[in-house]
C-alpha cells in the first residue's frame, strides 16, 4: 500500500464567476490536508484565470481563501502557472503581492526542498519552451541525483504528446527532458494524459 506524503492541486482558475466553487474546492483540500495530518498544500499553477489582469473580486477571495489556510494552520507552496504571468521569460507574476501572506510561498523560480529523508521535491514554474528548456538544462548541469533519494519534479509545463484542453496534440518540451525525475507532476492541461 502507498502512503501520501503530500496534498497536490493544480489549475483552480480563480475568476469572478467561480469564486465560491474555488474557495469550496479550497476548504475540501484542507480538511484532506487535515485528515492526513500535513501541514502543507502543493499548487501547481494557475491559481488564477485572467492572463491579463485580476479584478478586486478576485483578489478579495484569493486573500479569504489564504486566510482560511492560515486559520488551520496550513501552508500553501504555489508555483506560477502561465494564468499569472504576462510574461513567459519572466518570474514576475499576479501571486506576487501576495508573497508575505503567512500561510503562503510562491515559488516563481527554479527551487528544491527535501520532503522526507528519501524524497527531494523540485519546483519550476511555467516560462516559454525556450526558457524553460534552458532552466532544465542550467538544473541538470548543477544537480547531482543521490543514491536512494527520490527526486520529484513539481511543475506546469506541456510536455510533447501530451493534448490540450482542445484535443490539439502538444509539439513542445521532450519527456527526455526529464529523465533526471523519479515522477514529474505537472499542471497545465486539464485532461488525463
Known sequence: MKIPTAVIITDTHLREENRETVKSIFIQTIEYTLKLGFDTIFHLGDIFHSRKAQTLQVLEMWREILDIIQSFELKLVAICGN???????????????????????????????LLTDNIVCHFLPFFSDEEYQKRLVQISAAYTPTENVADILFTHIGITGARMNNGTQVISISQNSFDLYNKVFLGHYHDKQ
Open 83 to 113: 494564468h499569472e504571468k504576462t510574461s513567459y521569460e519572466d518570474v514576475a507574476s499576479f501571486l506576487h503581492p501576495f508573497q508575505h501572506h503567512p500561510a503562503f510561498t510562491l515559488i516563481d523560480d527554479y527551487f528544491n526542498i
